[in-house]
């Protein structure tokens, strides 16, 4: 049978690669994607948009309980795991057969299967049906990830999960240990402690959300502990004795081991890179520490091969993938895109409190030798945040003392994953805080207080 010829193939159809296909279908060439799982990747099916559906259920029966606060009334409230599991996969399947739509619409051809890259422009694919071979030029690299596994922490699915056996949970844990504090941790620790599970946080870093700002992870601390969590920092699950419906725990802390006992374990230590398979070694692709290292254009050192998103390493984040996707379509097509930026690409964390950041924090601009004016601004100070119950909050501004340019954003509270872009495109304008001062923030809303972070940081706060 002979070769199918393209002008790109896209390896991988999750937020990088689907992107990807689109941007490059937009820009008139023929294209192929090839993924062996589910449309949309993990991001659709097992990340992004399941958890968020599961972290609202668990907002609106936090919230329920807060009912009488608001004047309300709402008695015996209770929850449905399997009700609260099957709107979430719904809200997935919805989106994940969206993307199908949406490659029909872009006259993309879409095969099922496992690939390998034989030769460099060459692509087979182990389908059902038999193997299929694909030619093209160019070859975009969107495998994503995978969750680390340490030895000893496996997930099994019963006692220990993985972030996808979180998502379909076989039982509701009631005594809850999570293992990693980053984003995935994090937001199931929030999800189940919510639901009444009780909930243990062990992080081996000096503290939680090891990658923000010190000053908003300590306050998140805060709030979760008052929520009933308990964390452990500078910990190291030693090992899992694993029993008939309980783990016990070994845990190290400044040297003396603890033993707990629980009944349900999550591991979320990190991801890998899913470089394995593809035959990238006898291309000469570069891979550390299990990603494809590439410039700032996404390509690889070799000739027409490009590798974007999680297996191209940090920040691990679904919209950093897509638009790199989107800037390595306009290359092959003989465009001349900015590069991706990663230093302005903002985190968001979906637990309770929320938590969003851009740029670089407190201690990294210092560290990078920027002399710097720090803006605070607590939700305590602003009129909607009161009016919607919602108090306990911060935003925090970072900027260069001589340009004033928006070096960081560091925020935690409700909404504050909306809140965020307003910075992002600051830093991307090139924004001052002359820019930003001079900006008119509507009234009432929590935005408001982006403003006030920004006044604050030149002495000049008008509310608090």
């Not at 095969?111 to 059902?128: H, L």
């Not at 290359?331 to 670089?360: D, M, N, R, W």
């Not at 340019?405 to 409700?414: I, K, N």
Request: glycine share 12%; net charge negative.
């Amino acid at each position: 049978m002979s070769a199918k010829a393209f002008d790109l193939i896209v390896i991988g159809a999750g937020p990088g690669g689907y992107v990807a296909a689109i941007r490059a279908a937009q820009l008139g060439l023929k294209v192929v994607i090839v993924e062996r799982e589910n449309l949309g990747g993990i991001c659709l099916n097992w990340g992004c948009i399941p958890t968020k559906a599961m972290l609202r259920s668990s907002e609106v029966f936090h919230l329920m309980h807060r009912a009488k606060e608001f004047g309300l009334g709402a008695e015996n409230i209770t929850y449905d795991l399997d009700a609260v599991v099957k709107r979430s996969r719904g809200v997935a399947k919805q989106l994940s057969s969206g993307i199908g739509h949406l490659m029909k619409k872009n006259k993309i051809t879409v095969v099922m299967g496992e690939a390998t890259i034989p030769a460099k422009g060459r692509v087979t694919v182990k389908t059902d049906k038999g193997t299929e071979d694909l030619t093209a030029p160019n070859i975009v690299l969107a495998t994503g990830a995978r969750a680390r596994e340490l030895p000893g922490l496996e997930a099994d699915g019963d006692l220990v999960w993985s972030y996808r056996h979180a998502l379909v949970p076989p039982h509701m844990p009631k005594k809850l240990l999570v293992i990693g504090s980053g984003a995935i941790g994090i937001e199931f620790a929030s999800f189940y402690n919510t639901l009444g599970a009780d909930t243990t946080v062990v992080e081996v870093m000096d503290r939680i959300l090891p990658v923000e700002d010190e000053e908003i992870a300590s306050f998140a601390r805060k709030a979760f502990q008052k929520q009933g969590m308990k964390i452990l920092e500078k910990s190291t699950v030693k090992q899992l004795d694993r029993a008939k419906g309980s783990v016990t725990a070994h845990i190290e802390t400044g040297g003396k081991v603890e033993k707990m006992t629980f009944d349900t374990v999550i591991s979320a230590v990190g991801i890998v890179g899913n470089t394995e398979g593809l035959g990238l070694e006898g291309l000469g692709v570069t891979i550390d520490r299990t990603h494809v290292v590439t410039d700032a254009y996404c390509r690889t050192g070799v000739e027409g091969l490009y590798a974007i998103g999680d297996i191209a390493g940090a920040p691990w984040l679904a919209h950093k993938a897509s638009h790199e996707g989107v800037m390595v379509a306009e290359l092959i097509a003989g465009g001349h895109p900015h590069p991706v930026k990663p230093e302005s690409i903002a985190g968001c964390t979906y637990c309770h409190p929320q938590i969003a950041s851009v740029g670089l924090t407190e201690a990294k601009a210092k560290a990078a030798g920027h002399d710097i004016k720090v803006g605070r601004f607590p939700f305590i100070g602003n009129g909607k945040a009161i009016a919607l119950g919602e108090a306990e909050g911060m935003i925090k501004t970072v900027f260069d003392a001589k340009t004033g340019e928006l070096l960081g954003a560091h925020m935690v509270g409700a909404e504050v994953t909306e809140l965020i872009q307003g910075y992002v495109i600051g830093r991307t304008l090139e924004t001052t805080e002359e820019d930003l001062m001079n900006t008119v923030f509507p009234h009432p809303t929590l935005s408001e207080m982006m403003h006030e972070a920004v006044l604050d940081a030149y002495g000049r706060a008008l509310h608090f």
